[in-house]
Structures are given as structure tokens and as C-alpha cells.
């Protein structure tokens, strides 16, 4: 994954966090259905960026507390309360290259 991919895939998450219309309830079809007739090629794209964004959230989430903190303040635009050791930008730069190993393993690209 390349530095412009993370970037654009960072970008799609943080525009996923400030929609009001998250919808993070039951989903409206089973688990194994991936396509639904009538669907036209701007909602399947619109399903597999949420997908992307699910996924993105999930690795920051599983990010140790400083880069994850240093995710949403950098991504997010947070509250910048929390103090670092190093500076942000350290800690944001070691952030993104555990982002890489973890959306290459979700199978993110």
C-alpha cells in the first residue's frame, strides 16, 4: 500500500465519521449477501467505500493508544489534550505504517 493509497483510504474514513447518517444498527440484508438486484453502480461503490471505512476504523482502533490518539487528533482534527513523549508527528508517521501491515492484512489494498 502505497503512502497516496492510506491517505485516500484515511480521507474515506474520516468523511464515514461525520456522516449523520452512520447507521451502525442491524444491517437491512443477511450477512452473506453482497449485491441486491436493482442496485445501481453508485450504490455498489457507495456499499464497498462503507466497507473500506468499516475497516479503517476497526484497525486505528486496534492501534496502541498513542498512534491512535495521534490518528484521530491528525485524521479527525480531535481534541489535542492528550500530551505525547515525541512529537505528533513521530507518533502520527509510525501510526500510518502500522495502518499499512494492518489494512494489508484485512486485505485492503
Keep these: 500500500m502505497t503512502d497516496d493509497d492510506l ?39 457507495d456499499w464497498l467505500d462503507d466497507r473500506i471505512a468499516l475497516a479503517v476504523d476497526a484497525a486505528v482502533d486496534d492501534l496502541p493508544v498513542n498512534e491512535r490518539i495521534s490518528v484521530r487528533c491528525t485524521v479527525l482534527d480531535g481534541p489535542r489534550a492528550w500530551r505525547f513523549r515525541e512529537p505528533l508527528e513521530v507518533v502520527y508517521g509510525r501510526a500510518r505504517e502500522m495502518l499499512k501491515v494492518s489494512l494489508n492484512a484485512r486485505g485492503i489494498e
Design 7 to 45: 491517505s485516500s483510504h484515511l480521507s474515506a474514513w474520516r468523511d464515514w465519521c461525520r456522516r449523520p447518517d452512520l447507521g451502525l444498527g442491524y444491517p437491512t440484508t443477511a450477512a452473506g449477501i453482497r449485491y441486491r438486484n436493482g442496485e445501481d453502480f453508485d450504490a455498489m461503490v
